[in-house]
């Protein structure tokens, strides 16, 4: 194993004698330890080690769960994503669920072939779960919010669809519900782009449509407790996504039930008395 001294930064200093300072006794604050904030994230400093094999790079995004960091791998040299959870039990907890799930998909398709987030690797360093991804590009949302929110080629949305509905078939035929599919829950696999010429102006277009369908923290196998409100109000039902990507935006956008109902029946046309019955 290679051997890595831990590098000390002023930040870490800093934190740290501020926890060796604190106060003894009762009343004195919770110490926290340096590696984290007082809401149990962990603190990244690039270039510091998440064990001697992943060296951290950058800090990709930050969540209610925790954080993601682009990593090396130094054991292959390869570039990839890691999901450091809060030192928070429940989330702790959460993390363990969701590697159960990882592990269903991956072992039931070891090739990938419905584009289903894989888990390449899981530890734990400082108490803090650590999941390792393949790094992967921009969220759909995101790369939307990039792109002015100029809709997908129609070929492309074709792709897209197709992906998509593999996934879910694949995740049924395990008993899975995802629960909160959406665009900020499909990244692309590259994002790499052309400027293409749109309506007096130019959009950008990929060149490879790939996506993985990723954050399984929610998913639930079909006779296991679930929460009653599952996926989130804009994406209910999710194949309404489809929509967004046609048009550039969501197509309910309400936070208010009843004005949500009458959306989908401005849309859809009035609800059948069949399903009104079933749903009392």
């Not at 070891?110 to 888990?119: A, D, T």
């Amino acid at each position: 194993m290679i051997s890595v001294l831990h590098q000390e930064t002023p930040y870490r200093t800093q934190a740290l004698n501020a926890t060796n300072a604190a106060p003894a006794g009762r009343d004195a604050p919770p110490i926290i330890p340096s590696c984290d904030d007082k809401e149990g994230h962990y603190i990244v400093v690039p270039n510091e080690y998440l064990t001697p094999r992943y060296k951290i790079l950058r800090l990709l995004g930050q969540g209610t769960f925790g954080k993601v960091v682009e990593c090396i791998d130094r054991k292959t040299g390869k570039h990839c994503a890691i999901k450091i959870i809060r030192a928070v039990q429940k989330y702790r907890d959460a993390s363990k669920i969701e590697t159960r799930v990882l592990n269903t998909l991956k072992r039931n398709d070891p090739r990938n072939s419905f584009k289903c987030l894989h888990l390449d690797d899981y530890f734990e360093y400082k108490n803090h779960v650590c999941m390792v991804f393949e790094l992967l590009g921009q969220s759909i949302y995101d790369w939307l919010k990039d792109n002015a929110f100029c809709p997908f080629p129609p070929n492309q949305i074709q792709l897209f669809a197709r992906q998509l509905f593999s996934s879910v078939a694949f995740l049924h035929s395990l008993r899975l519900i995802h629960t909160d599919l959406k665009p900020e829950n499909i990244l692309l696999a590259n994002g790499n782009y052309r400027e293409m010429p749109f309506k007096s102006k130019t959009r950008r277009v990929l060149l490879d449509p790939e996506i993985r369908l990723i954050d399984f923290g929610s998913a639930t196998f079909q006779d296991e407790h679930h929460s009653t409100v599952v996926c989130t109000r804009h994406y209910r039902a999710p194949e309404i996504i489809l929509v967004e990507f046609l048009t550039g935006e969501a197509l309910f956008q309400t936070h208010d039930n009843l004005e949500h109902l009458a959306m989908m029946q401005a849309v859809l046309g009035p609800i059948p008395d069949k399903l009104i019955r079933a749903s009392q």
